[in-house]
């Protein structure tokens, strides 16, 4: 097999002037947005910081049913759908709504402001293999070179500037956020420490809400028994000399400075189920740490954060042809060209690397989960809060997690689905009366459950009670992927039962005594009622039906591999099963959205909801369901491209499904243009104005929003490798959407459902070189992969095969 695949470097030849412009690092705990010139501002976010308390969800689930809301009031709706009294219906609805999931908010900035000397030459360099930003310049015609990344081992923001003679600057520690005290500290040896303790709001609203309270702050003592304050300090080490200035510490005529950044919150400690500490000592180990930090080999700091950063960045790489440069090198590519030029292969291998950077930075165990943002965000009122938007994105922000060998880092999503879990089963309970546990529109690390709203949300988006399932496809995929039995049995199953009981309770029988849901929505779609008005409740979306009959049959087969054989729910599932309403095909040749008729007010609405069958849960499938995936490709011909970054990676990831390699590879190009307008200024929700990626290659519609580019590096790599399971019924398919543009290439360490690890090259657009790892410790076994219409069963057992020499080396 040929070598691995080279490492990806980024160059900006500019400091950045906008945040969207900035350079993102983390390490799942802290994150930071390099800006780099003389200032040297970092924005500081730590991904425990949210507004809201543990017991929130609780609060509002009980001024929720105290309004009203509850099993009867559901009957009332009900029948009020059974009489298509759509108004009455949604009028209903909305008593079940509680206010708003939480907000994740910026921590701060900390700046060393090196002076107002001229910056020429500047560069600035992400490594994507070793999650480095390396910054080069001449400060006053003197060289500096700046080094940025936040350790995973360290468990720090680390920064090590080098100057060629001595300079002087400001270290700055400034926060948005309610400060509760503050600390500047100078010490022999060239040592100094900055502190600030801050306090998080107990509530907030989003900012598309402008009438609600923006915020709400604890008094001194806390609110509900739990103080909402987090700590962050700097460490700093120089040989030069330090001295205080007021909330500041200034260096002068240094030319080696390290920086340590570390945080301590009481949410992060409840999130990992520790006690809460007090204020003092939260400060105390936030300075020790980074203390111990700064004090440390800069040499050895970066090489412990390298090996941890490259042992989970180097398990899976893609190249196409010479990819970003005629001769094959390695050399950074320029971002400004890149998004200007428009090479697709180059942008495909970047957006691929970029995208498990970018989950290797915000999501690791031990943290709360990727948001809509990662873990970046420099606004007190982010756009959707930031928070966590379970009928889409996130789902689609961990799409990539198993597929490119970071099973672990999907770790944080299912600690916050047993956190739904446990708080969705009381909502499920006190206002459907279901056993089991529900989810809806939005969640947040506390685990919120309950519909969103405030009373007045459309409830094409503010009712949707299938939020639970959908975050169970997780479960699902770890066990999938993973093949571990214990988890399997211990964490999967139980949740899997508990998604499932609802599920059921939830189920009602049609006329024709098929199982169907009431009331049904398609997230966020509308339909056009018979007077011309639209409406979003109905009866049984085929994203509801699809989602329960996939919940179904993958409890019953966790069961089966548990050896689960006297849990009386299995014998519900059965039986309910082949009474599920069936998807249908509507007159068009679509898939119907709607379980009756209804016409879509919006043909080409950005959600894609019908087709989750498509991808990713794969029940519709090119070979097995003939019919229906002609109806989704149909579906997808109607919706058309465009959109925003999330809209398009679920395009491609479809088309990729459906083996459309050239409708692939132009909506990613469409996905990769540079955005061309204000990036500050949010563009409406409903599509009609196309995004793009901003100069630090965030994806943004405008607003930004991460999964658009993890869900690009999932669709690149669903267009290279399937995602079968390895059986003859559902081979792994090897370059089933290659673009006739992309003839040669290389993609190693992508994984398939049967957890075998996948190295491909391919030459003249067919597979050259195959080898298929055991990629979970299962010890090899067959495998059967497909090209073209032939399938062979390989074993997966490390060893190169000839490609093409199974399936020929010519069309």
């Not at 943002?373 to 799409?399: C, D, E, F, L």
């Not at 298929?772 to 490390?798: I, K, M, N, Q, W």
């Amino acid at each position: 097999m040929s070598a691995a695949t080279r490492p990806v470097r980024l160059r900006w030849t500019a400091p950045a002037a906008r945040w969207g412009e900035a350079t993102p690092v983390g390490n799942g705990e802290i994150g930071g947005m390099v800006f780099g010139d003389a200032r040297g501002r970092i924005g500081l976010n730590d991904s425990s910081l949210w507004s809201g308390t543990p017991d929130g969800p609780a609060r509002a689930l009980d001024a929720v049913v105290a309004g009203g809301a509850g099993p009867e009031r559901l009957a009332e709706v009900r029948d009020a759908v059974a009489r298509h009294d759509d108004d009455a219906a949604e009028r209903l609805l909305r008593t079940f709504q509680g206010p708003w999931s939480q907000e994740f908010l910026p921590l701060g900035d900390l700046d060393l402001d090196l002076g107002a000397a001229d910056v020429t030459g500047y560069e600035r360099v992400l490594d994507l293999s070793s999650a480095v930003v390396d910054e080069s310049f001449l400060l006053g015609g003197v060289p500096v070179r700046r080094a940025t990344w936040v350790s995973g081992p360290d468990g720090a923001l680390v920064v090590e500037l080098v100057a060629d003679a001595p300079v002087s600057g400001v270290l700055r520690l400034r926060s948005p956020l309610r400060v509760a005290g503050s600390d500047a500290r100078v010490a022999d040896g060239g040592r100094a420490h900055l502190s600030l303790l801050v306090e998080a709001p107990v509530d907030g609203s989003p900012k598309h809400e402008p009438g609600a309270v923006a915020h709400v702050w604890a008094d001194p003592e806390g609110a509900a028994g739990f103080d909402p304050v987090a700590a962050v300090a700097v460490a700093l080490r120089t040989d030069g000399a330090v001295a205080p200035s007021g909330d500041d510490v200034v260096v002068t005529g240094a030319r080696r400075i390290l920086l340590a950044v570390t945080t301590e919150s009481n949410a992060r400690r409840w999130w990992r189920h520790e006690p809460a500490a007090t204020r003092d000592a939260l400060a105390e180990r936030a300075a020790v740490r980074a203390e111990a930090v700064a004090t440390s080999d800069p040499a050895e700091l970066r090489t412990r954060h390298e090996a941890d950063a490259q042992a989970l960045l180097g398990r899976s790489g893609l190249e196409i042809g010479a990819g970003d440069s005629a001769d094959g090198t390695d050399r950074p590519v320029d971002v400004g060209p890149l998004l200007s030029d428009g090479d697709d292969r180059a942008l495909a291998r970047v957006l691929y690397a970029y995208g498990r950077y970018l989950l290797v930075s915000s999501s690791r165990p031990g943290s709360p989960p990727t948001n809509l943002q990662g873990i970046w965000n420099a606004s007190m009122r982010p756009p959707w809060s930031s928070n966590y938007t379970v009928n889409i994105n996130t789902q689609m922000n961990y799409w990539l997690a198993e597929r490119t060998g970071l099973g672990e880092l999907h770790e944080p999503l299912l600690d916050l689905i047993e956190r739904v879990a446990h708080t969705g089963s009381a909502v499920a309970s006190a206002l459907y009366g279901t056993r089991g546990w529900v989810a809806h529109h939005n969640t947040d690390p506390w685990g919120w459950a309950l519909p969103v709203g405030a009373g007045h949300g459309d409830a094409s988006w503010a009712f949707w009670p299938m939020g639970g399932l959908w975050l169970a496809d997780h479960l699902w995929q770890r066990w999938e992927y993973g093949r571990d039995h214990d988890e399997l049995a211990g964490r999967v199953l139980p949740l899997l039962l508990g998604a499932s009981a609802f599920a059921l309770d939830w189920l009602v029988t049609g006329a024709d005594g098929t199982l169907g849901t009431s009331p049904s929505t398609s997230p966020e779609n509308w339909f056009r009622r018979a007077d011309g008005s639209t409406g979003a409740v109905s009866t049984s979306s085929a994203m509801d039906l699809t989602l329960i009959r996939a919940t179904f049959e993958r409890t019953l087969a966790a069961a089966d591999v548990a050896g689960t054989t006297d849990e009386p729910l299995l014998d519900e599932i059965r039986a309910a099963l082949p009474r599920l309403a069936p998807l249908r095909v509507a007159a068009d040749g679509t898939l119907a959205e709607w379980g009756d008729d209804a016409v879509p007010a919006d043909p080409q609405h950005r959600h894609l909801s019908p087709l989750i069958g498509l991808h990713p849960l794969d029940v519709i499938d090119v070979g097995r369901t003939p019919g229906l995936a002609e109806a989704a490709r149909r579906t997808l011909d109607v919706r058309r491209p465009g959109a925003m970054g999330w809209s398009w990676s679920w395009k491609i990831a479809m088309r990729a499904r459906l083996g459309d390699g050239e409708t692939a590879r132009a909506l990613l190009r469409e996905a990769a243009r540079a955005y061309p307008g204000d990036p500050d200024v949010d563009s409406p929700v409903d599509g009609s104005e196309w995004g793009g990626l901003l100069p630090n290659l965030f994806s943004t519609h405008p607003p930004f929003q991460i999964d658009g580019n993890y869900g690009l590096a999932a669709a690149v790599a669903e267009m290279l490798v399937g995602s079968g399971e390895g059986t003859p019924d559902s081979p792994v398919r090897l370059l089933p959407a290659l673009p006739a543009a992309w003839p040669e290439g290389r993609i190693t360490g992508v994984r398939t459902r049967g957890g075998v690890a996948v190295d491909l090259d391919w030459s003249d657009g067919r597979p050259a070189t195959l080898r298929l790892h055991d990629a979970v410790g299962a010890g090899a076994r067959e495998v059967t992969v497909s090209f073209g219409g032939r399938a062979h069963t390989l074993p997966a057992d490390g060893a190169p095969v000839r490609a093409a020499d199974l399936f020929g080396a010519t069309p």
